[in-house]
Nanobody, 118 residues
Framework: QVQLAESGGGLVQAGGSLRLSCAAS????????MGWYRQAPGKERELVAG???????SYSDSVKGRFTISRDNAKNTVYLQMNSLKAEDTAVYYC????????????WGQGTQVTVSS
């Protein structure tokens, strides 16, 4: 059974930092792309960042320069370092895995809440 287990969410003051982790288990391959979406109350799910097995990264404009995505391919784990957090970063953050970069997201984590107080 495939599982993406997230950790690291919580409550932080504006300007603070958090680090999210997501470990994949139950698979015998490495996702071509892993990354993070987020969904704030009343809003659609938004792509935050993604990273390939080769280390190529992409970010939404809203987090560029503040968030850093990284991964450990040997551990099938992806990380999101979030700095200079703002109230508008408050959302549920979902880890995802795409077996092929040209295909759809196949697997999702359960979500972890990030709340930034202003």
């Amino acid at each position: 059974q495939v599982q993406l287990a997230e950790s690291g969410g919580g409550l932080v003051q504006a300007g603070g930092s958090l680090r999210l982790s997501c470990a994949a288990s139950g698979i015998d391959f490495s996702y071509d792309v892993m990354g993070w979406y987020r969904q704030a109350p009343g809003k659609e799910r938004e792509l935050v960042a993604g990273i390939t097995t080769g280390g190529t990264t992409s970010y939404s404009d809203s987090v560029k320069g503040r968030f850093t995505i990284s991964r450990d391919n040997a551990k099938n784990t992806v990380y999101l370092q979030m700095n200079s957090l703002k109230a508008e970063d408050t959302a549920v953050y979902y880890c995802y895995g795409r077996p092929n970069r040209s295909g759809a997201v196949r697997d999702w984590g359960q979500g972890t809440q990030v709340t930034v107080s202003s």
